[in-house]
């Protein structure tokens, strides 16, 4: 599932390619896609003409803020991502027009969704899975909903305070302590936003600490390890493009680099690069895969 590194680094192709332009039709063959409205025909004719103001990311969600006080909301699920270029319907297929173009890559074929826009390019979306959700909202409607979700890690005002705060204490007016091991809720949007399977294994490696020691018993030196690598596996992830060892790929096609970066997610039995001893091993929590050293990460 794409997070953090890879929808930031949509939203800023996005930003170059789309932003000022309109849409002016909507192609899909999977109009499940579509949560609200549920109906294409009305989505159609509420975005037709609709100029793109703003492009941003809130969590793992990207947002398009259009004319007429209406917002575009993506979220790209598991297998989903955006691309941006031209292509022609074929033997029933969409073909990138550029025979040479990533756009043509094996993991670019399962075009959904196709924006059309007012400059003569497409807007696409690539999900082999098809679980991606696209909404329309009023703007204003949306923001609320979007305030639910937890701070983001790389605002310059995520502070030390700020992400001790949302990890340990529960909700105000409450003064209690969460209870839960750190991976997991690392994974809560609500507590902080856009960290899920991948980087919440890469940052507790880099911070050396088990992705089973729970919140409730991690010291002020581990919380600032976790705080730190947040923000430095996070901000790697972005700068490099995002990872794309499974079906991720930036809008002009191409992968991105952070797999070079992978310390520990997907490389079970791989011997880690710091210790150089123990092999990477695999547990599950709640249902979802940690990948850690047990040397260099301690209970």
Known sequence: MPELPEVQTTVNGLNKKVLSRAFVNVWSDWEKLLKKPADFNSFK???????????????????????????????????????????KFE?????????????????????????????????ALSDARKFAKIEL??????????E?????????????????????????????????????????????????????????WHAKVMPEKLVQNLNDKELKEIYNATKKVLTLG?????????????IDGTKGNFDDERKVYKRENEICSCCKKSKIKRIKIAGRSAFFCPTCQKL
């Open 45 to 87: 004719k509420q975005i037709k003409n609709k100029k793109i103001v703003k492009i941003y990311r809130r969590a793992k969600n990207i947002i398009f803020n259009l004319s007429g006080d209406l917002s575009l909301l993506i979220h790209l699920k598991m297998t989903g991502h955006l691309l941006v270029g031209k292509w």
């Open 148 to 204: 639910k979700l937890g701070p983001e890690p790389l605002e310059n005002n995520f502070t030390f305070e700020k992400f001790k705060q949302a990890l340990l204490w529960q909700d105000p007016p409450s003064l209690k302590l969460r209870r839960g091991k750190v991976k997991q809720i690392l994974m809560i949007p609500e507590i902080i936003a856009g960290i899920g399977n991948i980087y919440s294994s890469e940052i507790l």
């Open 238 to 250: 972005v700068s490099l493009g995002g990872e794309s060892f499974s079906d991720y790929r930036k």
């Open 137 to 146: 909202w009023q703007t204003k409607d949306l923001e609320k909903i979007l």
């Open 91 to 123: 033997n029933k297929k969409w073909k990138a027009i550029d025979k040479k173009s990533p756009l043509n890559d094996s993991y670019n074929r399962f075009l959904h969704i196709i924006f059309f826009l007012d400059n003569g390019e497409m807007l």
